[in-house]
């Protein structure tokens, strides 16, 4: 009759040891818990950090194009909706500033590198 292989330790079907145990330690004190959340990996705030500054990069090439079309526009017509276009794209600038130091703090709280 063959005999299933079990850890060293372990005893019968349960996984038990001898002395009754799981033979597993219990958690450390102020140790990380199941079901804690530790928020995103590192690789995801790096990649999210990346994410974050290309959409910089975007809305400020986009509020650079329509400062430079506002200077070149002498129609009032015009120069109100590119007025009003230039700032919707510095409010989006600025919520993606917001977003990019966000996640910046994030990582350097956890000692992460930026870049």
């Given at each position: 009759k063959a005999h299933a292989r079990r850890p060293p330790g372990r005893s019968g079907a349960s996984g038990r040891t001898p002395d009754g145990t799981s033979g597993r330690a219990a958690p450390e004190p102020g140790g990380p818990e199941r079901g804690v959340d530790r928020g995103p990996s590192p690789s995801t705030l790096r990649h999210r950090l990346r994410a974050a500054q290309r959409e910089v990069e975007k809305h400020r090439t986009r509020r650079d194009e329509l400062a430079?079309?506002?200077?070149?526009?002498?129609?009032?017509?015009?120069?109100?909706?590119?007025?009003?276009?230039?700032?919707?794209?510095?409010?989006?600038?600025?919520?993606?500033?917001?977003?990019?130091?966000?996640?910046?703090?994030?990582?350097?709280?956890?000692g992460l590198k930026l870049q």
């Open positions: 430079a079309a506002l200077e070149g526009t002498r129609e009032h017509g015009d120069l109100a909706e590119l007025g009003e276009s230039l700032a919707r794209a510095e409010a989006d600038l600025g919520e993606a500033e917001e977003e990019w130091l966000g996640i910046a703090d994030e990582m350097e709280r956890r």
